[in-house]
């Protein structure tokens, strides 16, 4: 069995789905950002409510492009869901609090704090796949 192939395989695999999955979260916050006067009509005929939702709708564009890659890289190891733990928990909506209620961001802080969380969670996954012995993983995998 040569190792180096079955890496390179796998590497390769992982970057284009985490490079598809980027794309299409790419395309999916250009069309929200494109359409901001006209998206929040879908859900809400009022105009108030529409004013508030268009003032969001940059956030949602970010959230679909983090959670596009997160969701590609996530897995069932203890360190990935500690990355989510650390990222979410402890830093995202510590600082959403902060932001929303200290800083009187209202909900655009909270949710921003809570995206600042999501992007942290992504960092960390990124810094553990780098680090990851694809080596040891395909020899484990093929056991």
């Known amino acids: 069995m040569n190792l180096d192939w079955d890496v390179q ?9 985490v490079l598809e999955s980027l794309a299409i979260g ?12 006209y998206f929040s009509a879908i859900f809400t005929s009022k105009e108030l409510q529409q004013a508030a939702a ?12 983090l959670n596009s890659v997160l969701l590609e890289v996530d897995g069932k190891d203890w360190w990935l869901r500690s990355t989510w733990v650390v990222g979410y928990y402890i830093f995202g909506l510590p600082l959403g609090f902060l932001l929303g209620y200290k800083a009187n ?4 802080g909270i949710w921003g704090g809570m995206k600042c969380g999501t992007a942290l969670q992504t960092l960390l996954l990124l810094i553990v796949l780098h680090r990851t ?11």
């Open 9 to 17: 395989e796998q590497l390769s695999t992982l970057c284009v789905t």
């Open 26 to 37: 790419m395309v999916c916050m250009i069309v929200v950002l494109i359409t901001k006067d």
């Open 54 to 65: 268009k003032l969001s709708l940059f956030l949602l564009g970010i959230t679909m492009v």
């Open 105 to 108: 961001l209202g909900v655009k």
């Open 133 to 143: 012995l694809w080596n040891k993983e395909v020899e484990q995998s093929s056991e």
